[in-house]
């Protein structure tokens, strides 16, 4: 079992950079992880992934090459570099954890979640 804390969110103008943290307790390097977000009146939406290694990441289209996500297996969190962000990305941000595979983007194919933490990007 994992418990999962982020944190770093906030209220950034638009163009500007926040990094989110998700700090891990419990078996931290058995879990492929991911980042999710939820918009206001939307579904959640897959953002990053990262195997457990931090070999291979993957990316939705709407982030990639804006967001970059890493991990630190010796502090047991996960990162969320976002830069250049715009209004569209205001949303509550999740990290969760998985172990039945490599990497996932499906919500389903992941066991554990954060409380998730509010990025609101102004205009």
């Known amino acids: 079992q994992v418990q999962l804390v982020e944190s770093g969110g906030g209220l950034v103008q638009a163009g500007g950079s926040l990094r989110l943290s998700c700090a891990a307790s419990?078996?931290?390097?058995?879990?492929?992880m991911g980042w999710f977000r939820q918009a206001p009146g939307k579904e959640r939406e897959f953002a990053a992934a990262i195997t457990r290694s931090g070999g291979t990441v993957y990316y939705a289209d709407s982030v990639r090459g804006r967001f970059t996500i890493s991990r630190d297996n010796a502090k047991n969190t996960v990162y969320l570099q976002m830069n250049s962000l715009k209004s569209e990305d205001t949303a509550v941000y999740y990290c969760?954890?998985?172990?039945?595979?490599?990497?996932?983007?499906?919500?389903?194919?992941?066991?554990?979640w954060g409380q998730g933490t509010q990025v609101t990007v102004s205009s």
């Open positions: 969760a954890a998985g172990r039945q595979g490599q990497i996932a983007t499906l919500l389903s194919k992941y066991e554990y």
């Open positions: 419990g078996d931290f390097s058995s879990y492929f």
